[in-house]
């Protein structure tokens, strides 16, 4: 089975039920089919065939959520691109995959023609929104192809192991690499979800995640695997526009990462109980810091929050059962069903409780490979007889239970005075003193210690912290080489395009890294 399979089938289950919420425009099961139908014929015609690439600039928008399905009924693959992302990087990546078809939000058409400058093929260049008058002629109006008729008969594809998604992340480095995910390995992703969010066609989930991720895309296919409605938002710049868009569509599931979460709880005029009809919440992207997750289940006493674990390169990876987060607040779980996660050390050998090594992710859920880069690719992946093994790079260590806690990306490690720092560690204790609402950490070079560990911090306003508060709060609650030396006050701290606060261990600014979902 196919992805395309399930929003046919959910389309002759559940037929004018509402599928898709965007702003005014609400779409149901079936003409969210027959669009992406229409869609899928005009771009055949256009010369679309299976196992082409089509690249998306856009923000969260119906018509992006029409070609993802579009796509796939075409046999293509959507190559889904944050929506700021700059041209040095797309010239790359439309170097790298060499799209046949890039659709784009009329406001970044200046973008993808500065990134096709001097390009030995432009591809088929499709535009939504109302066209800049600086836009060349050569790009096609999405409406016009859209409108092709849905009718004409579509070849059915049948390969659930063909390339579905590729999806781009970057490391420290920030060279893009696509990641590649067939049919199956985002259904098996997809299907575990569904089971432990007891996701049903009742479900209204409201995400303002942006759909060029994992996490993001995950919300559009397990509301179509289940007949739920999806809310989309462009974005969460306005926390309460977003709040009281919750309330308005009655959402029973929200979606977010722990800066989020820090915001909402930050709220002091919100009263325990405020969105009623909420059922779940979920994080992931980084580590919810225990008094902020605690501070949310205090507002939200009904909903169930999920702690989860994953990469781009498998989409989720494990799982905390809501019942779990009182007592293992720092902990995210187990594998996710019919995959295994397990700790190794540097010798490939399996890792007891409390001892610190690679997490290691096995199962169907698992990339195919990164796009066009076998070297990478057979250092992170390794065929098993059900599905493949990823390498995550991350470090992890498990309780006597068998529950998973992260440690540190294994670059991110802090290395002072002799001993290894977590970032988490300390980064816990700042989200602990009341009046900061973001922190991060980071090592400093030092000609003496190695490094030296800067706290970056965004108070809450009139929080009136100095640096020898924040340090003092930190004496308090860390061993002496685990404390900072220094405080960085920001407005706000910088986050990927995921929402993900992220710092490079730079001498003194912290830059945005895009990463996992």
């Known amino acids: 089975m196919r992805i395309e399979d399930h929003l046919r089938q959910s389309a002759g289950r559940f037929g004018s039920k509402t599928a898709l919420i965007v702003g005014e425009i609400r779409l149901a099961y079936e003409d969210l089919d027959e669009l992406s139908d229409r869609l899928a014929a005009g771009l055949i015609t256009q010369g679309i065939k299976a196992g082409d690439r089509i690249l998306m600039v856009a923000e969260n928008s119906v018509e992006v959520a029409v070609a993802f399905f579009a796509a796939w009924k075409a046999g293509a693959v959507p190559c889904p691109l944050h929506a700021s992302i700059k041209q040095d990087k797309l010239r790359a990546i439309i170097e790298s995959t060499e799209p046949s078809t890039i659709l784009a939000q009329a ?43 849905g009718k004409a008969e579509l070849p059915r594809q049948v390969d659930s192991e063909a390339l579905a998604l590729l999806i781009h992340t970057s490391g420290s480095t920030g060279t893009p690499k696509g990641v590649m995910h067939s049919h199956a390995s985002l259904l098996a992703a997809c299907g575990s979800i569904v089971d432990y969010l007891e996701n049903n066609s009742d479900d209204i989930v409201l995400s303002v995640l942006p759909i060029s991720f994992g996490y993001g895309i995950t919300q559009i296919l397990t509301m179509v695997m289940v007949g739920g409605t999806l809310v989309l938002e462009k974005s969460f710049a306005f926390p309460r526009r977003v709040l009281q868009r919750l309330a308005e569509v009655k959402a029973t599931g929200f979606p977010l990462v722990p800066p989020m979460a820090a915001l909402i709880t930050g709220m002091q005029d919100l009263q325990p109980g405020f969105l009623p009809e909420m059922r779940y919440i979920t994080s992931a992207a980084a580590a919810m810091p ?39 607040p720092l902990s995210v779980g187990r594998a996710i069903a019919g995959t295994r996660a397990f700790v190794i050390d540097e010798d490939g050998r399996a890792l007891g409780a409390g001892e610190i090594g690679e997490l290691v992710v096995e199962g169907p859920h698992v990339m195919n490979g990164y796009w066009r880069d076998e070297l990478n690719s057979s250092t992170k992946l390794l065929p098993i007889a059900n ?15 068998g529950f998973l806690y992260f440690v540190s990306r294994r670059d991110d490690i802090i290395k002072t005075r002799g001993e ?39 108070l809450e306003p009139d929080a009136g912290l100095s640096e020898k508060d924040i340090l003092r709060h930190c004496a308090a609650h860390l061993e ?38």
Not at 108 to 122: C, E, Q, R, T
Not at 294 to 311: I, V
Not at 387 to 401: A, I, S, V, Y
Not at 435 to 458: H, K, N, S, T, W
């Open 387 to 401: 599905g493949r093994r990823l390498h995550t790079g991350d470090l992890f260590r498990t309780d006597n239970d």
């Open 290 to 328: 225990p008094s902020v997750g605690h501070r949310l289940r205090s507002l939200l006493p009904d909903a169930r929050l999920f702690l989860m674990y994953g990469q781009t390169e498998c989409i989720r990876a494990t799982y905390l059962p809501a019942e779990e987060a009182d007592m293992r």
């Open 480 to 517: 002496d080489y685990m404390v900072p030396k220094s405080v960085e006050f920001r407005d706000a701290l910088p986050k990927t395009s995921t929402g993900k606060i992220r710092l490079t261990a730079e001498k003194s600014a912290p830059d945005i890294e895009d990463n996992v979902a």
């Open 107 to 149: 406001r970044f058409l200046s973008v993808v023609d500065s990134a096709l400058s001097g390009a030995d093929h432009i591809p088929l260049k499709i535009a939504f929104g109302t066209l800049p008058t600086s836009a060349t002629e050569d790009w096609l109006a999405y409406e016009a192809i859209a409108t092709h008729d």
């Open 420 to 458: 290894k720092v977590s970032p988490q560690e300390v980064e816990r204790i700042l989200y602990a003193l009341p009046g900061i609402r973001e922190a991060a950490v980071a090592g400093i070079d030092d000609p003496v210690f190695g490094q030296l560990i800067r706290a970056y911090v965004a």
